[in-house]
């Protein structure tokens, strides 16, 4: 059983088009946190979300925790093809747990 | 400040061979987690260690693996004998703590063990 379910798992997209990528769970989690992972790389945080409805905004990248903290979202505006990459959510079950759950991930693909 | 390093990037060794895996957690992060990939699966918890100790280890498949913290700094996993499930990519993590409860995790690069 998959705890935290990514949507889409391949996105292909033209350079400033817009796009939302999904992270839905059963499950309440104490905090979330979004990933971006390239080849050959780790995966390299962006951002945690803590407080159910928490909006934040990393230039061009906005993430949303939802109200109940089951799931999690990330959209990106007007995409470069720098954002190209592997997206990951991971969440954490209970407070001051180290222990991360990883969703199955989104491979973004932006043509110039 | 130099980030979490893993040795080596890429290793290949055949089934019931030993292969140890290192991690260089962020200096001060007193915090170090494993995790793995393998193929077509996400990433899952192996094991978290506070300094030296170890803090949880409920992610570990099987006594065929061993991690160590010496002295609360590098950390190695090593897998012995290893079997072709064991193929995958290692993911070592560390934090300094938390801010609400909340522990935020930085990833090394990884290491690719081969098991043929």
């Known amino acids: 059983t998959q705890l935290l379910e990514q949507s889409p798992q391949f996105l292909s997209i033209q350079e400033g088009e817009n796009l939302t990528v999904y992270c839905n769970s059963s499950s309440v989690f104490s905090s979330l946190q979004w990933y971006r992972q390239e080849p050959g790389e780790g995966p390299v945080l962006l951002v945690t979300?803590?407080?159910?409805?928490e909006v934040k905004k990393l230039k061009r990248l906005t993430f949303q925790f939802g109200d109940a903290r089951k799931d999690s979202s990330l959209h990106i505006t007007a995409a470069q093809p720098g954002d190209t990459g592997l997206y990951l959510c991971?969440?954490?079950?209970?407070?001051?747990?180290?222990?991360?759950?990883f969703g199955t991930g989104t491979r973004l693909q932006v043509f110039p | 400040e130099a980030g979490v390093t893993q040795f080596p990037s890429h290793s290949v060794i055949e089934k019931g061979q030993t292969v140890t895996l290192r991690c260089d957690p962020i200096s001060g992060h007193d915090n170090l987690y494993w995790y793995r990939r393998v193929m077509g699966k996400e990433i899952k918890f192996l094991l978290h260690?506070?300094?030296?100790?170890?803090?949880?280890e409920s992610g570990m498949p099987n006594n065929r693996f061993l991690a160590e913290r010496t002295g609360g700094t590098y950390s190695t996993l090593k897998v012995q004998p290893a079997e072709l499930e064991d193929s995958g990519v290692y993911f070592c993590a560390s934090s300094q703590g938390s801010y609400r409860g909340i522990y935020e995790q930085y990833f090394g690069p990884g290491t690719r063990l081969t098991v043929t």
């Open positions: 991971a969440g954490a079950r209970g407070y001051n747990t180290d222990k991360l759950i």
């Open positions: 979300v803590v407080t159910g409805g």
């Open positions: 260690f506070v300094k030296e100790s170890k803090q949880d």
